[in-house]
């Protein structure tokens, strides 16, 4: 009786295809974009405490690459 349990068993998860390992990626990937040098127009602003650097509409963050687009 327990052979006929584990080859039924065996077979309903080769049928299915079902494993124990889970891989989600998100449906849509952001890419970075790091700005090398801030241009000489940029302003430098305080926004609770913290520093971020704004040209064209947008706020920027320092990090040691270079410039990275934030949100506030």
């Known amino acids: 009786m327990k ?16 494993s ?5 990626r998100p449906a849509t990937q952001s890419r ?3 700005i090398k040098k801030a241009p000489r127009n940029h302003k430098i602003v305080v926004i609770k405490g913290k520093r ?3 040209w064209g509409g947008k706020h920027y963050k320092k990090t040691r690459k270079g410039y ?5």
């Open 20 to 24: 124990c390992v889970v891989h989600t």
């Open 32 to 34: 970075t974009v790091i």
């Open 3 to 18: 052979k006929f349990v584990l080859i039924l068993f065996g077979s309903a998860m080769l049928l299915l295809g079902n």
């Open 52 to 54: 971020y650097y704004t």
């Open 68 to 72: 990275v687009v934030t949100r506030v």
